[in-house]
């Protein structure tokens, strides 16, 4: 008796009522077979010797996931604190200077010896008052930055209007809210300037709060103010006069985007309540020391726990100097000399890193290099997050903390729902990996999770992927005899890299990411078929005993080059790369036409062969953890990929060839068992909701356009037997043709999600995006194939000898990672 999983699906035996209407159809059909315990695929292809007249299929579970069985969460989560961060304190007052205040503190030397000079630099600018802070709204930071930045065409050095919205840098005629300067010289700075409110907290950040709650306006940026006044006879006062940097006292509203006039003036009673920088100054330490004090010309008696914020309406960029004599009112008081957080939990700290990656993506690293990174609170005053807290803050972002995306962007990343502003933006969040020291902390697992669950630059994950495929070169020469070499290829086994990407994908699954996770699986396909590559023609160079020279460097000249050609792989300028949404899919399904570009095409001469698929990775307990599309597609895709490497995807083709032939011989000779077919199915599509895209079509059974149907797919998959290399992506390419063609298919669709060893979820739509970046993957390594092999038949290698080792000397331009 055939056993027909793709006709419906059984319920499980802990559902509610399933027992009892198990029995009762065997009482209506009498005896029933069961099923066979030892084909895990639910498949019997014994042949059938009960009577065909009388069809009585028995219908068990084939790749069904019931319930989904999340990760199980870790110790930590967003709005937990980083309690080290409060201990981290710059200054401190001795015992016989409790009466005083902040402004006579000592600096703490616990902290104050780990702090670098840029970190003591801002925080004594905080303690003397020569610098102002600006808290901007998360929805905010993109039209913030792009007001710093030249676009295309555009001079350095333009100066914004100072009744100007907030949202102008995104308009798409910025000419008319800047003024340039009449002609290009070098001495102009590569930032405009324009005018902004700022606040000038008490000394330490003590007391005042910043503009804005603490949800919306986590995070926020310090500049620093001029201390010299060469056009003014050094005084202050009369340059912020001069410069219309206007200051207004704590509590006072100046609501200067609707205050100021098309001339730069100020209107509706706003200049009447100026007040100067030494007067708020004044005003500070009034709030510090005095038990009264005065808030809009009313005295608070008893004082307040926290005043309101002051406002200071300045010029900031323009000048990107890093000393006090290049800040001016006139021109700008330069960059951002801190980044601060206003509380300690790890979501907001989380978005204080993302915030410095962006800075670093839009004004530049040589600007932001080494920015300091602080805590402020009016309570606690400033807290300096060092480079050994910001490591050990990376140590619990990558081991105990459930990782997460920016949640203004995680409804508009998704694979359903993309904005190209929003997906510019995250990419512009990523963090660089070899930034700061962080690989010398963080072993390659941590590593790989902070990149799979937070997000990482291509290079970086690159770059630690390669080291992995490195060590497991090195450990397969140390495992083998180093006095010969094997003349058969050999193929990378399971090892480092497959662990650090599974451990990156479970980061990914947690944080619900899909587009880091396909970030991991499309670099993993590229690195380890670079990798495989490189290994055979080192074999073949006879470097099999190659002494190690102890520099990871050297070692990757031979076994991998430069990250440029990853770079360019995952750009837009490949047939299959891109990072917006719709440019993404189309050119994932344009990675299945083969006549797309000239590069493309070449990619199938039988003289530049495709490199196989990647070792298989275990993703099994990953999918049964996620119901996102976007990962399951990414899964999907790891799996179909793993199909192909280890041959299963051929024998469970012709598995389900034969199992569709029986189907067909059967149904030609019998309508009640179409008849049975179609009510077994739709019971799955109405009790499990199986992944049909549609309801099964009566009519379709009871005539024989289910059997006409049926049988064309039974000859494309012998086709594709026939005449497809199942490791190649030319089986993609078949299975996506079968794909287009479907409109209502359930036992087809069954079939293939068998094939592939996808589970009962994947829809038509599952099926074919896990296709479609499946052969993504391979179509990014077959075109690196051409580029590595074309340029290494064109580099001069010298191979020499030389104290009895021998080296590889690449005379290109590979570059050391």
């Known amino acids: ?308 914020f002051n406002e200071i309406y300045l010029r900031v960029g323009g000048t990107i100097g890093a000393h006090d004599s290049d800040r001016s009112f006139d021109d700008g008081v330069g960059l951002p000399i801190a980044l601060f957080v206003r509380s300690a939990t790890y979501g907001d700290l989380t978005a204080m890193l993302r915030l410095r990656a962006r800075l670093v993506s839009v004004l530049g690293r040589d600007h932001i290099r080494g920015i300091p990174l602080l805590f402020i609170t009016p309570e606690t005053g400033v807290r300096v997050l060092t480079e050994g807290l910001q490591k050990n803050l990376l140590l619990v972002m990558s081991n105990s903390l459930n990782p997460f995306q920016n949640p203004q962007l995680k409804h508009k990343t998704n694979i359903n729902n993309t904005s190209e502003n929003h997906l510019q933006q995250k990419l512009e969040e990523l963090l660089d990996l070899d930034d700061d020291g962080i690989r010398d902390v963080l072993t390659p697992e941590e590593c790989a999770r902070v990149a799979g669950g937070f997000g990482a630059t291509d290079d970086s994950v690159a770059n630690l992927l390669m080291e992995a495929v490195v060590d497991d070169v090195e450990r ?32 990914a699954v947690r944080s619900g990411d899909y587009n880091t996770s396909r970030q991991l699986l499309i670099l993993y396909t590229l690195v380890a078929s670079k990798g495989q590559q490189n290994k055979d023609r080192a074999q073949s160079l006879s470097l099999k005993g190659t002494k190690a020279v102890g520099e ?126 179609w009510r077994q199915l739709k019971s799955a599509q109405g009790d499990l909701k199986i992944a049909t895209e549609q309801d099964s079509n009566f009519m379709a059974f009871i005539s024989n356009k289910a059997i006409e149907t049926r049988k064309k797919f039974a000859k494309e998959l012998k086709d594709s037997v026939s005449n497809t290399k199942f490791e190649s992506i030319d089986f993609l390419k078949s299975i996506h043709a079968t794909l287009s063609k479907m409109n209502n298919p359930c036992l087809r669709l069954e079939l293939l999600q068998f094939i592939l060893g996808l589970d009962n979820r994947y829809s038509i739509a599952h099926v074919i995006r896990s296709v479609e970046l499946a052969a993504t993957c391979l179509n990014i390594s077959a075109y690196e194939t051409m580029r590595a092999n074309s340029e290494y038949a064109l580099t001069n290698c010298d191979v020499y000898n030389k104290s009895g080792d021998v080296d590889l000397v690449l005379t290109s331009q590979a570059q050391d990672l």
């Open 1 to 308: 008796n055939h056993q027909f999983f793709m006709e419906g699906l059984s319920l499980s035996s802990n559902q509610a009522g399933t027992k009892k209407k198990r029995k009762q159809k065997k009482k209506k059909r009498g005896k029933g077979s069961k099923g066979s315990k030892g084909n895990k695929t639910g498949i019997d292809l014994k042949p059938s010797g009960e009577n065909l007249d009388v069809p009585t299929p028995n219908i068990i579970v084939a790749n069904f996931t019931p319930i989904i069985d999340p990760l199980p969460l870790l110790d930590l989560g967003p709005h937990d604190e980083f309690t080290e961060l409060l201990q981290s304190a710059p200054f401190v007052l001795e015992e016989s200077e409790k009466t005083a205040g902040p402004e006579e503190a000592k600096p703490n030397p616990e902290v104050w010896n780990t702090m670098t000079e840029a970190e003591r630099n801002v925080v004594t600018k905080l303690q003397q008052q020569t610098c102002v802070v600006k808290t901007v709204k998360t929805s905010a930071w993109n039209a913030f930055l792009q007001k710093f930045a030249i676009k295309d065409g555009e001079m350095g050095g333009g100066r914004w209007r100072l009744n100007v919205g907030e949202n102008a840098s995104l308009g798409t005629d910025r000419r008319k809210s800047i003024i340039f300067p009449q002609k290009q010289t070098q001495t102009l700075p590569p930032f405009h300037s324009f005018s902004s409110s700022t606040t000038l907290l008490p000394s330490c950040g003590f007391k005042m709060r910043c503009y804005g709650s603490l949800k919306e306006h986590p995070t926020g940026v310090i500049f620093a103010l001029p201390t010299l006044f060469p056009n003014d006879n050094n005084n202050e006062g009369q340059a912020a006069d001069r410069t219309k940097s206007w200051s207004w006292p704590s509590g006072y509203s100046a609501k200067t985007e609707f205050n100021i006039d098309p001339r730069g003036n100020l209107m509706n009673g706003r200049e009447d309540a100026l007040v100067s920088l030494d007067e708020l100054r004044r005003h500070n330490h009034s709030y510090l020391h005095d038990p009264n004090y005065e808030i809009m010309g009313k005295v608070v008696k008893g004082g307040l726990k926290t005043v309101p």
């Open 476 to 507: 397969d020469h140390k495992s083998a005899d180093s006095s010969s070499i094997d003349d058969s290829p050999t193929k990378l086994r399971q090892g480092k890299l497959q662990e650090l990407v599974n451990e990156g994908l479970s980061a």
């Open 552 to 677: 990871k460097g050297r070692k990757q000249n031979y076994l991998l080059s430069d990250t440029e050609r990853i770079e360019e792989a995952l750009s837009g300028n490949l047939p299959t790369g891109g990072h917006g949404s719709d440019s993404r899919a189309k050119l994932e399904k344009q990675a299945l036409i083969p006549t797309i570009s000239q590069e493309n095409s070449v990619l199938y001469d039988q003289s530049v062969p495709p490199p196989p698929p990647p070792p298989p990775l275990d993703t099994d307990r990953l999918r049964s953890a996620t119901n996102s599309d976007g990962l399951l597609a990414v899964l999907g895709a790891a799996e179909v990929l793993k199909s192909m490497q280890d041959g299963n995807g051929k024998l469970r083709t012709l598995e389900a060839v034969a199992a569709i032939e029986e189907w067909i011989d059967k149904s030609e000779n019998s309508v009640s068992f179409r008849l049975n077919s």
